[in-house]
């Protein structure tokens, strides 16, 4: 049996610790030697899906190479990138590159993406029958999360579905006020994340986070368009394995970023997507790319 960490988190604050994670390998620095099953070491990892089946087969192909991960579950997407700033968590892998951004632009740290896992559609929901964008009329009311990370994607999907037109075509950062209306046939009902399936009973679409749609027990499937129709513009929206910039050569982190990639794993994470889901690659160095450019946005935005 592979041990799990238990979180127990006192408050939200960018100064809250866990102490049960005060023995982890980053912290007593012992993850900066190479792991074998003869020489084991141990890596907390923030998550906030730890009971997806797949994460049993990623811990158990790391206990062969001797690294008994730890796996801390989160209900809180706030809580993780704190406490890895903190150095009491080694990783954690729950954030796409926006996020990490807005996180670190507005807590000044400097974590760092050091391995891509997937992209994750955000998709367009309804219950009034559509079977695609085109189906939906005019002066039709679609719900969109409110959080400026999913707000902004969320309008690029409407965009991407010919539903909106954003002024200068829109970015990561994009708001309610930067639609056309004159340009668009739909009015967007920003609302909190967890009441987008809510608004599927009494507005015409909405625009659904994976983890909330099945919560309420839809199948993401029956989406009637998401962004991975179009992933040109998906690239903020690569999820990451995260860490400190001191830790950012660690080999031990960068083979468990390896194991990740392995067939048994990412089969595991499109099956428990349905297919919602695209395997991502890019090289440390790509994501650094990526990630500094999204926080020269944020800062931009910020002003």
Same mark, same amino acid.
């Given at each position: 049996?592979?041990?799990?960490?238990?979180? @127990?988190?006192?408050?939200?604050?960018?100064?809250?610790?866990? +102490?049960?994670?005060?023995?982890?390998?980053?912290?007593?620095?012992?993850?900066?030697?190479?792991?074998?099953?003869?020489?084991?070491?141990?890596?907390?990892?923030?998550?906030?899906?730890? +009971?997806?089946? %797949?994460?049993?087969?990623?811990?158990?192909?790391?206990?062969?190479?001797?690294?008994e991960v730890e796996l801390v579950n989160f209900t809180d997407y706030?809580?993780?990138?704190?406490?890895?700033?903190?150095?009491?968590?080694? @990783?954690?892998?729950?954030?796409?590159?926006?996020? @990490?951004?807005?996180?670190?632009?507005?807590?000044?740290?400097?974590?760092?993406?050091?391995?891509?896992?997937?992209?994750?559609?955000?998709?367009? %929901?309804?219950?009034?029958?559509?079977?695609?964008?085109?189906?939906?009329?005019?002066?039709?009311?679609?719900?969109?999360?409110?959080?400026?990370?999913?707000?902004?994607?969320?309008?690029?999907?409407?965009? =991407?579905?010919?539903?909106?037109?954003?002024?200068?075509?829109?970015?990561?950062? +994009?708001?309610?006020?930067?639609?056309?209306?004159?340009? =668009?046939?739909?009015?967007?009902?920003?609302?909190?994340?967890?009441?987008?399936?809510?608004?599927?009973k009494t507005l015409d679409g909405a625009i659904i986070n994976n983890?909330?749609?099945?919560?309420?027990?839809?199948?993401?499937?029956?989406?009637?368009?998401?962004?991975?129709?179009?992933?040109?513009?998906?690239?903020?929206?690569?999820?990451?394995?995260?860490?400190?910039?001191?830790?950012?050569e660690n080999p031990v982190y960068a083979k468990l970023v390896e194991? %990740?990639?392995?067939?048994?794993?990412?089969?595991?994470?499109?099956?428990?997507?349905?297919?919602?889901?695209?395997?991502?690659?890019?090289?440390?160095?790509?994501?650094?790319?990526?990630?500094?450019?999204?926080?020269?946005?944020?800062?931009?935005?910020?002003?």
């Amino acid at each position: 049996m592979k041990r799990r960490l238990t979180a @127990l988190i006192a408050t939200i604050a960018l100064t809250a610790t866990v +102490s049960a994670c005060s023995g982890s390998a980053a912290t007593e620095g012992s993850a900066n030697e190479t792991a074998d099953p003869a020489n084991p070491v141990t890596v907390t990892i923030g998550v906030t899906d730890e +009971s997806k089946d %797949y994460w049993d087969t990623f811990t158990d192909l790391a206990k062969d190479e001797g690294i008994e991960v730890e796996l801390v579950n989160f209900t809180d997407y706030q809580q993780p990138n704190p406490i890895v700033s903190q150095g009491e968590l080694d @990783l954690n892998q729950f954030q796409h590159l926006l996020f @990490l951004a807005n996180y670190n632009v507005s807590a000044g740290e400097d974590l760092v993406a050091i391995g891509a896992t997937m992209i994750y559609q955000l998709g367009l %929901y309804t219950d009034k029958g559509y079977t695609e964008p085109a189906d939906i009329p005019d002066g039709a009311e679609i719900a969109i999360p409110n959080d400026p990370t999913n707000q902004a994607r969320a309008l690029l999907v409407l965009q =991407s579905a010919d539903l909106i037109s954003l002024k200068d075509g829109g970015n990561a950062l +994009s708001t309610p006020a930067d639609i056309d209306e004159a340009a =668009s046939r739909v009015t967007v009902v920003p609302v909190d994340a967890n009441q987008t399936t809510v608004q599927l009973k009494t507005l015409d679409g909405a625009i659904i986070n994976n983890n909330f749609a099945a919560d309420a027990g839809i199948d993401p499937t029956t989406a009637i368009y998401s962004d991975l129709e179009d992933t040109s513009a998906a690239e903020p929206y690569i999820n990451v394995f995260a860490t400190r910039a001191k830790d950012a050569e660690n080999p031990v982190y960068a083979k468990l970023v390896e194991i %990740y990639h392995e067939a048994t794993v990412t089969d595991a994470v499109l099956a428990e997507s349905k297919g919602t889901a695209v395997v991502q690659n890019q090289t440390p160095a790509e994501l650094e790319a990526i990630l500094t450019g999204l926080q020269d946005d944020v800062t931009a935005a910020k002003g």
